[in-house]
């Protein structure tokens, strides 16, 4: 057989092996949601996906009465957002369904390290599923000691439209410092200088 012959099938096959491949891996992006958050998390880790600082408002929205918006933890505990004036409060809403929120977890985790230990700022990881067992299983599976809670009240739409992943930060006067639609990398350093700010700031 003609080497030009043998060669053209060689490529050929190679040609189809490669879109097969290519095909594989967008079916999986499209239909395996842990496989689109791999991908997200990759592009968060090569400097993709920063929060955007130079929206955030540090002190020009004005302080909210936060009383009655509750959320439960697995335990029991109710913990009340008007309670928490005089601290900056992370708050996040997520599902273990959602790619961008599994995708941004890694990075929320690490901003948790960063902040565990102070009490003048308290993370809640808001569980959107309605199965907050689901939800600490996953956490105690990536062992994340991010605190998981329930919704406990109506929730202001203000705060959360209902899209996933949904982040809001307020700061010690209950003001809106943050309020982000879509997964980020929270463990940026302009982000977590951001949160310093506002531990300082009145």
Known sequence: ????????????????????????????LIFVPSAKALMLEGLMKIGFMAPETSTINASGSKPRDLSGIRFTDGKGNTVDLGDLKGKVVFLNFWATWCPPCIAEMPAINKLHEKFKND???????????????????????????????????????????????????????????????????????????????LKTTK
């Open 119 to 197: 009490g003048s700022v308290v993370f809640i990881l808001v569980d959107a599923d309605g199965d907050l067992k689901k939800s600490q299983v996953f956490m105690d599976r990536k062992k994340f000691g991010l605190p998981v809670y329930a919704v406990a009240s109506e929730i202001p739409e203000q705060l959360f439209k209902g899209s996933l992943p949904t982040t809001v930060v307020f700061d010690k006067s209950g003001r809106v410092a943050y309020n982000e639609i879509g997964a980020a990398d929270y463990s940026n350093q302009k982000f977590i200088a951001f949160i310093d700010k």
């Open 1 to 28: 057989m003609d080497n030009n012959i043998i060669w053209s099938k060689v490529m050929l096959n190679k040609k189809k092996i490669f879109n097969a491949v290519l095909t594989v891996l967008f079916l999986a």
